[in-house]
Structure formats: C-alpha cells, structure tokens
C-alpha cells in the first residue's frame, strides 16, 4: 500500500518561496507518477503539478506554470515542489497524489497524502 506523507508547508508573505516535500513508502517510486493538488477554503480540489516517472516530464495548472517546478529524486524516493512568487491565491492545503498512470493522476489520482497547510500573505 502507498503511503504519502507531506512537509514544508508554511506561512509566508507573498512574493516568498516554500519547497514542499512528499516521502513515498510502499511500492517501488520509480515505477509512480507523482504530483500535488490544491484545495483553498470553500474550493474543490484542483491540480497543480505532476512529474511522470518514466522520463520526468512534467505538467503543470496554468494558473502556476513559470512560478512551480516539481521535481523527484528516485534514490531518496521524494518529489518536491519549488514554489516561488507565492501569491495570496496560492492559499490551500497541498496534497501529494501518486498513480501508475500520469493521465490517470492530473484527474483521479490513486493515492493521496494527509495534505499540508501553505498560507500566503498579502
């Protein structure tokens, strides 16, 4: 079973940078797409990033393209998310998501992490 466990939320003042962190534990993470969705209060959860696991390519919202990268690192089995320019909009709880399939996790990702709080201030 996939367990997903989030870190590096915060509160920052706009304009800052966070780096969020998600550990994989369960299966084999290079066989795994990765990526995080958003939910802001009073929002549905909606996607922001994804990194495929067989060539890193990656996908992101427009509302973060330029301003998020996600990346992973197999041997520590972690995917981060640089996110700078942080806007008030940007204001959720962040979910880490895995699945097999890259198509299948920008819309109903298998595996969810418990999610963590990133505040931006204006």
């Known amino acids: 079973q996939v367990q997903l466990v989030e870190s590096g939320g915060g509160l920052v003042q706009a304009g800052a940078s966070l780096r969020l962190s998600c550990t994989f534990s369960g299966r084999s993470f290079s066989t795994y797409a990765m990526g995080w969705f958003r939910q802001a209060p009073g929002k549905m959860r909606e996607f922001v990033a994804a990194?495929?696991?067989?060539?890193?390519?990656?996908h992101y919202a427009d509302s973060v393209k330029g301003r998020f990268t996600c990346s992973r690192d197999n041997a520590k089995n972690t995917m981060y998310l640089q996110m700078n320019s942080l806007k008030p909009e940007d204001t959720a709880v962040y979910y880490c998501?895995?699945?097999?399939?890259?198509?299948?996790?920008?819309?109903?990702?298998?595996?969810w992490g418990q999610g963590t709080q990133v505040t931006v201030s204006s």
């Open positions: 998501v895995a699945d097999p399939s890259v198509a299948v996790l920008t819309v109903a990702p298998g595996d």
């Open positions: 990194i495929n696991w067989s060539d890193d390519k990656t």
